[in-house]
């Protein structure tokens, strides 16, 4: 079976710090692909990034940095210098080789104030 | 470039009310199409996933339906409405068989009264 844990519910933080959201997975197939989900105050979710799972090169886009480690089954996100506009809900998510459906992490909230 | 939409975008509906959310697709053709709810603070829960017209597969058993009529749009019904059917329902959409990440509209708030 298939699934996604976030085991960090709610996090704050104060403008510019950098934080780190938490995403551990369980899957029993050798092919299998990652993501991450932003979901602001106004509810769609936009997708960030996609991980294969033969590919463990880490990626970094802008502020945003993605540690995938195969061995520990972790796909964690890292936001330098955080800002007010990074407040949203985070959402990690799998899915195996062969099918279409992506299984959901719970969500981290993410707090930053000024 | 591909736009999904979703309407209504909020709706207040009284318990015993049928319902009907509608999603559409523009400019991919033969997407996979998605239906999930999420309840307030809480995750995402797939309810229907569709590969092609008329090929609809059910997730949760409930009194929820849908239905895809056309390549490119995906219905959302219900003919009774309970309270627990409140949530944010979100359509997405994703490539046929290559392309792997789901891409969603902006959804629609329910609130069953």
């Known amino acids: 079976a298939q699934k996604v844990t976030q085991a960090q519910t709610e996090i704050s933080v104060v403008e510019k710090e950098d934080v780190t959201l938490d995403c551990v997975y369980e899957?029993?197939?050798?092919?299998?692909?990652l993501f991450w989900y932003k979901q602001p105050p106004s509810g769609e979710l936009v997708f960030l990034i996609r991980r294969n799972s033969f590919d463990e090169q880490n990626e970094i886009s802008g502020r945003y940095s993605w540690n995938f480690q195969k061995s520990t089954s972790s796909f964690n996100f890292t936001i330098t210098a955080s800002q007010v506009v990074d407040s949203a809900v985070y959402f990690c998510?799998?899915?195996?080789?062969?099918?279409?459906?992506?299984?959901f992490g719970t969500g981290t909230r993410l707090l930053v104030s000024p | 470039s591909q736009t999904i939409h979703q309407w209504p975008a909020t709706l207040v509906q009284p318990v015993g009310s049928p319902l009907s959310l509608e999603c559409t697709v523009e400019g991919t053709s033969n997407p996979n199409l998605y239906w999930y709810r999420q309840a307030a603070g809480r995750g995402l829960q797939l309810l229907f996933y569709?590969?092609?017209?008329?090929?609809i597969s059910s997730e949760v058993p409930q009194n929820l339906s849908a239905s895809r009529p056309q390549d490119r749009q995906f219905i959302l019904s219900s003919k009774k409405l309970l309270l627990s059917d409140s949530g944010f329902y979100l359509c997405a959409w994703s490539g046929y068989r290559n392309t792997y990440e789901q891409y969603f509209g902006p959804g629609t708030r329910l609130t069953v009264t």
């Open positions: 569709s590969i092609g017209i008329d090929q």
């Open positions: 998510a799998l899915r195996n080789g062969s099918f279409q459906k992506l299984v």
């Open positions: 899957t029993r197939d050798t092919t299998y692909y």
